[in-house]
C-alpha cells in the first residue's frame, strides 16, 4: 500500500502547467483533478499521515494510554540486541524464499499445465483456485483439525507406516513454521497461478508459431518466447509475494500465535505481540518499520531493475 | 476532511500534536487492529455496559439483569458484548477514547489498579458504603493503591485439579493432600496406561500459569508471588528456580498431547478417560456436556510446605467504571444493583458456568462442587487472582514463553529464566 504513495504524489504534485497556449490538451480537465485531488485526501488522512505517524512513535516508548515519550533510536538498538526479534527476522526471510519461491514455482507450473483449453481444465482451475476464495482463518481452522494430535497427517503417516515422524507439528519448535508455510503455500499457489494464467493467455500466439517455424522446441519457446513475454507479470506477482510475505500474520496468528516459544514468529507476528500484549506501541512501531524498509528495499530493488532494462 | 491542509507548517504541527494519539496508532499497526468502540448513546442518557461475556449463557445473563434493571425504574442502561479477545486489545482504547463507554466487566486486582493509576477509573467508594456484607478480602482487591475503590466484583471462581469420580473409583485413588501423595497418585496413573495430567498448551499456554502461581503460593507464598509479578523480585531468583524444581519432578507425568491442544479439548481429554485429573478454573465446565458434570469432583492443589499459609487462586470477575463517564450517578446506580443480592443472582441462576456470587448472602448454585470450592476459598488466608490478574495483560506472554519453553526444555531452567526476567524487565519498563 504505502510503496504505491510516491506514484500518486507525484501525479497530484503535477497539477495544472504554466503553458496556458495550449489549454486544452495540456490543462486536465476538472473532472481528472478531482479523480487524483479526492483521493489523494483520502489516502492522506488515512494512509499517508498514520505511516507518518507510526514512524514518530517508533521513536517513543508509549503503552496506548499516556502520552508517548519521545526516546530517540532507543527502540532500533533495542532491536539490535533482540534475540527474539533475530529470530523473527531469520524466520521472515525463510518464509519469503519458502513461500515466495515455491509459490512462483508451483503457480507458474500449473499456470503452465492448465493454460491449454482441454476437457476438464476448467475444474483443476477451479479446484486450484479454491482455496483463495476462504478466509485464511477458516484456512487455518481446516488445517489445524489436519495437524491436531491423532488428527489427519497423523492417520496418514500411520497408514503409510511412517509413524515414528509423528509429532505434535504445531507445538513442535522443529516442526511449527513449515507446517504453517504450508497451508499458506497451499492458498497462494491458487493466486499466482491465476495471475500467470492471465499472462500467458496475452501472449501474442504468432510468437510461438513464428518460434516453432525457426525450428524452436518446446524448452526453447518456454525460455525463449514465454518468460520473456512475462516481464510485466513477473513484476506484478513479485509485488503481490513480497507483500503477502512480509505482511503475512493471520495464518500464523491463528494456528501458532507464533509460537512455540517465538519458533513461528514472523516480524508481522511479533510486531503485533509487542504492540498489542506486550503494550509496547512505540517498539512494535519500530518493528513495523523495519517491515516497511524491507519490503520497500525488495520491491525498489527489482523495479530499479526492470525500468533499466525497459529503457 | 474538509479541515485537511497539505501545507507543511500545518503538516508538521499535526505531527507534534501525535501524542495526543486521536487516530490511534500508526496505519501499519492499526491494519491488524479490529473495529473500534461500539456506538455510544449519550443523548438518551442510557448508561452503556461494554460486557466481554460473550459466552452464549453469559451474554443472555448479562442482557436479563440490564433488562431487570431497566425495568427497576432508577436508570436506563444498554449492554453491549463483544468478543472477549477483542475486548482484551481494545479496552484501552475504549477507556482512553473521548466519549468512552460508562461501565465495563473486566478483572479485579493489578490490571484495574493499572487504570486507576492512569485516573481512567471512576471513584465507586460510595457504592462500596453500601456494601457492608462484602468480605475484607473482595474490599482490598477492589481498593486502587491511593485506598479508595475503583472496582465492583460480582463473581469469583476457582481452580483445581478436576477428576472423573467414577475413573478415580475405578482405579481404587483418593484425593491427595500432600505433594508426595500427588506424586504417588501420578505414578499410580502412568501404571495404569493414563496420562495422569492433563493440560492444553496449545493456542491456551496461558493455562501453565496455574502451575506456576500454584507452585509459587504453595512454596514460596503469596506474597513473594505478588511481589515478584509486581516487578519486586526476580524471576532469575533461586526461590523461582526452586519451584520448577518442583514442577520438573512431576513433568514425566503430563499428558505429551497437552502441548497442541487448546484447554476444550484437554477437557474433553479428561472426560473421555484419556487423562486422570487436570488442573483448571471451573470455566472449563462450558466445554463439557452438562451429563458430564454430574461425574466431576476437583481436589485443592497439594500441599507442598505446611509452614506458608494456604493461598488458593479466585479469579474475580465485576465491574469498574470510565472516570469520563457522562452520568456518574446513573453508573453508580446500576453498579449498585449489579452488586446486589438479586442481580447476582440472577446471574448465576441464568448462566451455565459454575461460579460464585461475590456477595456473600447471594446463593450460589447447591451443588457438591460448588458447596466444595466455597469452603476451599472460604478457608484459604489468601487470595490471589491469577498471573495476569496480578500482573498485567502484558506480562501474560513473557509467562507463556518461559513456561511451554521449560515444559519442553527442562535442562535449560537457567537460561530460560535469565531470559524471562531479561523481557519482564522490557515489559515494567515499558
Redesign the interface.
Known amino acids: 500500500m504505502s510503496t504505491l504513495a510516491p506514484a500518486t504524489s507525484r501525479t497530484s504534485a503535477a497539477g495544472p502547467t504554466p503553458k496556458q497556449r495550449r489549454r486544452r490538451a495540456n490543462r486536465p480537465s476538472p473532472l481528472l483533478v478531482a479523480f487524483v485531488l479526492v483521493p489523494f485526501a483520502v489516502e492522506s488522512i488515512w494512509v499517508f499521515w498514520p505511516a507518518l505517524q507510526g514512524f514518530y512513535f517508533s521513536l517513543t516508548r508509549w503503552d496506548g494510554l499516556e502520552p508517548p515519550t519521545f526516546i530517540g533510536f532507543g527502540n532500533y538498538t533495542e532491536l539490535a540486541g533482540d534475540a527474539v526479534f533475530r529470530g523473527a527476522l531469520v524466520n521472515t526471510v525463510i518464509w519469503l524464499a519458502l513461500f515466495g519461491g515455491l509459490s512462483v514455482l508451483g503457480g507458474f507450473g500449473m499456470a503452465l499445465l492448465l493454460q491449454r483449453e482441454r476437457r476438464g481444465v476448467g475444474f483443476y482451475r477451479a479446484a486450484l483456485f479454491t482455496p483463495v476464495v476462504f478466509s485464511l482463518v477458516v484456512t487455518a481452522l481446516v488445517w489445524r483439525v489436519f495437524y491436531q494430535p491423532d488428527g489427519l497427517a497423523d492417520q496418514l503417516l500411520r497408514a503409510v507406516g511412517l509413524e515414528q515422524l509423528i509429532r505434535p507439528w504445531l507445538a513442535d519448535p522443529q516442526t511449527a513454521l513449515y507446517a504453517v508455510i504450508l497451508p499458506a503455500l497451499w492458498r497462494q499457489i491458487g493466486y499466482v497461478m491465476v495471475l500467470y494464467l492471465a499472462g500467458l493467455k496475452a501472449i501474442d500466439p504468432a510468437l510461438h508459431e513464428a518460434a516453432r517455424m525457426d525450428g524452436a522446441n518446446a524448452r526453447q519457446r518456454l525460455r525463449h518466447v514465454t518468460i520473456p513475454q512475462l516481464r510485466g507479470v513477473n513484476a506484478v506477482v513479485l509485488s503481490v509475494i513480497v507483500i503477502d510475505s512480509l505482511r503475512s500474520f493471520d495464518i500464523v496468528w491463528a494456528l501458532t500465535h507464533g509460537g512455540p516459544y517465538h519458533s513461528s514468529e514472523l516480524l508481522s507476528t511479533y510486531m503485533y505481540s509487542a504492540a498489542f500484549q506486550s503494550l509496547r506501541l512505540g517498539y512494535g512501531s519500530a518493528i513495523a518499520v523495519v517491515i516497511f524498509i524491507l519490503a520497500l528495499a525488495v520491491i525498489l530493488g527489482y523495479l530499479v531493475r526492470a525500468f533499466r532494462e525497459d529503457a | ?1 474538509s479541515d ?1 491542509d ?1 501545507s507543511r507548517r500545518r503538516f508538521l504541527g ?2 507534534g500534536l ?4 486521536a ?1 490511534g ?9 479490529s473495529s473500534a468502540s461500539g456506538p455510544v448513546d449519550k443523548a438518551s442518557g442510557a448508561i452503556s455496559l461494554q460486557s466481554n461475556l460473550s459466552s452464549p449463557q453469559a451474554k443472555a445473563a448479562m442482557e436479563k439483569i440490564i433488562e431487570n434493571f431497566n425495568k427497576q425504574g432508577s436508570g436506563r442502561a444498554t449492554v453491549n458484548t463483544i468478543a472477549s479477545e477483542t475486548y482484551r ?1 481494545q479496552l ?2 475504549y ?2 477514547s473521548a466519549n468512552p463507554p460508562d461501565l465495563y466487566t473486566w478483572y479485579a486486582g493489578s490490571v484495574a489498579n493499572n ?1 486507576a493509576s ?1 485516573n ?1 477509573l471512576l471513584d465507586v467508594s460510595d457504592v462500596w458504603q453500601g456494601l457492608g456484607d462484602y468480605p475484607q478480602s473482595l474490599r482490598n482487591i477492589s481498593t486502587d493503591p491511593t485506598g479508595k475503590q475503583i472496582f465492583v466484583p460480582m463473581t469469583n471462581y476457582w481452580w483445581g485439579f478436576f477428576y472423573r469420580k467414577s475413573n478415580f473409583a475405578k482405579w481404587g485413588v483418593q484425593e491427595p493432600k500432600t505433594w508426595a501423595e500427588f506424586i504417588t497418585l501420578c505414578q499410580t496413573l502412568k501404571s495404569k496406561g493414563v496420562a495422569p495430567i492433563g493440560i492444553g ?3 491456551t ?1 496461558w493455562v501453565a500459569s496455574a502451575w506456576f502461581d500454584y507452585l509459587n503460593i504453595r512454596i514460596n507464598g503469596a506474597p513473594f508471588h505478588r511481589e515478584l509479578l509486581a516487578g519486586k523480585q526476580r524471576f532469575d531468583d533461586p526461590k523461582v528456580k526452586a519451584v520448577f524444581a518442583r514442577w520438573r519432578e512431576v513433568l514425566p507425568y503430563f499428558d ?2 497437552g ?3 487448546p484447554f476444550q ?1 484437554a477437557t474433553t481429554a479428561l472426560l473421555a478417560n484419556k487423562t486422570g485429573m487436570f488442573l483448571i478454573g471451573t470455566f472449563f465446565a462450558d466445554a463439557a456436556p452438562k451429563d458430564a458434570l454430574g461425574d466431576l469432583d476437583f481436589f485443592q492443589f497439594p500441599i507442598i510446605d505446611p509452614a506458608v499459609p494456604v493461598a488458593e487462586e479466585a479469579p474475580t470477575d465485576g465491574f469498574f467504571a470510565s472516570a469520563k463517564t457522562a452520568n456518574p450517578a446513573g453508573t453508580k446506580a446500576l453498579l449498585t444493583y449489579l452488586a446486589s443480592v438479586q442481580a447476582q443472582e440472577t446471574y448465576i441462576q441464568s448462566s451455565s458456568g459454575i461460579v460464585l456470587p461475590a456477595h456473600p448472602k447471594a446463593k450460589a448454585a447447591d451443588s457438591p462442587l460448588v458447596v466444595k470450592g466455597k469452603a476451599m476459598l472460604d478457608n484459604a488466608k489468601e487470595l490471589t487472582q491469577f498471573f495476569n490478574r496480578d500482573s ?3 506480562l ?3 509467562a ?3 513456561l ?2 521449560f515444559i ?1 526444555k527442562p535442562d535449560q531452567i537457567d537460561a530460560i529464566l535469565r ?1 524471562w526476567q531479561t ?1 519482564a524487565e ?2 515494567f519498563k ?1
Not at chain 2, 501525535?18 to 494519539?21: K, L, P, S, Y
Not at chain 2, 496508532?25 to 487492529?33: D, I, Q
Open positions: 476532511m485537511f497539505p499535526h505531527l501525535a501524542g495526543v494519539g487516530l496508532a500508526s496505519s501499519l499497526l492499526s491494519a491488524c487492529a486489545t484501552p482504547t477507556l482512553t487504570y492512569k481512567l498448551l496449545g493456542d499456554p505429551p498431547k502441548k497442541a491442544y479439548e498485567s495483560d502484558a501474560q506472554p513473557t507463556d514463553t518461559a511451554t519453553k519442553d531470559e523481557s522490557k515489559v515499558g
